[in-house]
Structures are given as C-alpha cells and as structure tokens.
C-alpha cells in the first residue's frame, strides 16, 4: 500500500462544476504540499499547509491531521484547470512522498 | 528572478551510457533535490544535497549520483543506464532544509532510453 493515496485517479468534468480531489496518508507529517503537473512535466506548487484550511482564488485546501486526510477543491472549475493535481507529504523522515497523482480534465 | 532551471530539456540515451542532468536552484535557494517520475507515476525522492553534501537519500542504486557545487547548482549522473531509466528527472529547490519552506520545481529534463 503506497504511503500517499489520491482518488480519484481521473476525474472528467463539465466548465463550471465543483471538483473535489481526496488525499490520504499513513505516516506522521510535517507538512501537506498540493501540486499541479502540466503537460510537458513542469510541476506548480499551488499549497503548502500543515493544518487548516488555505484559499487561494478558486482553489481550496483543507487538512485534517488527525484524520491524514486532505482536500483540494475546485470551485467553477475551467478548461485551463485541466491538469494532474500531486498531492505529496513531507514525513518526519525528511522526505518528501508524493502520490500518483489525479488527472483532471474540464470540457467546456 | 529566475525560478528553477534544468537543462537539458530532452536527452536520448543507449543502455549502459552514463549521463549528467543540471541544475540551477532559485535566487536564494541552497538545497537542491532531485526525483525521478516515470510515466504515469508520481516522482519518487532520489537524493537532495545540502552545503555541498548528500543529505538524504531515497531508495536508488548507487548508478545514480550527485554533486552540488559551490554556487548550490546540482548535477544528477546516472551510470550504466536501464531501460528503466528512462523518466522525467525533476529538481526542486528550498531555502534551508526546513520541510516549512515550499519547494519549487523545475520544468525537468525527459530522458529516454533505447
């Protein structure tokens, strides 16, 4: 069983629904990054966060540290979100541990 | 101020060549990672280098090494290369080692393996 856990893998949806995607994890933590991977590989971080919740435009990440579980959600998603959402972990081992990934795809 | 520069972008390689990956950490940065992303997959951690030395290590052989120099840029060498190889090969960069600071990618640099 692989330390980070996304779900889904592949996640299809319509311009403008809400999307959220799930991230589940085994190990004690520093800290929660949610990562966006285009085409081409280079990979944007888009949060960093260790408890609570963080906003930034029409993203959402929410951690529960109790729980190991995270979320990120996307509100009026758009066709230009259409990317593979990383959710990786930074353990007390001092490594960073990534999931495989959600495929994200918005068709307008 | 330039992020995260990795060159080259694409490389071909035979089996059993060796091959050098570089990279140029963010303005301010002085640690440097390296991971491994095979198609399909997430990165896996290969090794990060700090003050020059190999700080951690994840689970590669030792066909993979590196080098940080003293301007903190990195090289990633990969010995008697496999098919299996063949990935994107990402590098991160981090003000200290602090997992509180936020990594920053760079674009990668594709390798494959005939």
């Known amino acids: 069983k692989n330390e980070v856990e996304q779900s889904p893998q592949n996640l299809t949806a319509q311009e403008g629904e809400f999307i959220t995607i799930n991230c589940s994890y085994s190990?004690?933590?520093?800290?929660l990054h949610w990562l966006q991977q285009h085409p081409g590989g280079g990979i944007v971080s888009l949060f960093m966060?260790?408890?609570g919740k963080k906003k930034h435009g029409r993203l959402i990440a929410t951690i529960n540290i109790q729980e190991k579980h995270s979320s990120l959600h996307i509100t009026a998603s758009h066709p230009r979100d259409s990317a593979v959402y990383i959710c990786?972990?930074?353990?007390?081992?001092?490594?960073?541990?990534f999931g495989t990934g959600t495929r994200l795809q918005v068709f307008p | 101020d330039a992020g995260v520069t990795q060159s080259p972008t694409h490389l071909i390689k035979t089996r059993g060549q060796q091959v050098t990956l570089r990279c140029s950490p963010k303005?301010?940065?002085?640690?440097v990672s390296w991971y491994q992303q095979a198609l399909g997959q997430g990165p896996q951690f290969i090794f990060q280098?700090?003050?020059?030395?190999?700080?951690q290590r994840g689970n590669f052989p030792d066909r993979f090494s590196g080098h940080q120099f003293p301007n903190y840029s990195s090289e990633l060498n990969v010995n008697a290369l496999l098919l299996g190889d063949s990935a994107l090969y990402l590098c991160?960069?981090?003000?200290?080692?602090?997992?509180?600071?936020?990594?920053?990618f760079g674009p990668g640099t594709r390798l494959t393996v005939l």
């Open positions: 303005s301010g940065h002085d640690t």
């Open positions: 991160a960069s981090i003000s200290g080692t602090s997992s509180y600071n936020e990594q920053f």
């Open positions: 966060l260790s408890s």
């Open positions: 280098y700090y003050e020059e030395e190999e700080r």
């Open positions: 990786a972990v930074w353990a007390h081992t001092d490594k960073l541990i």
């Open positions: 190990v004690g933590i520093s800290a």
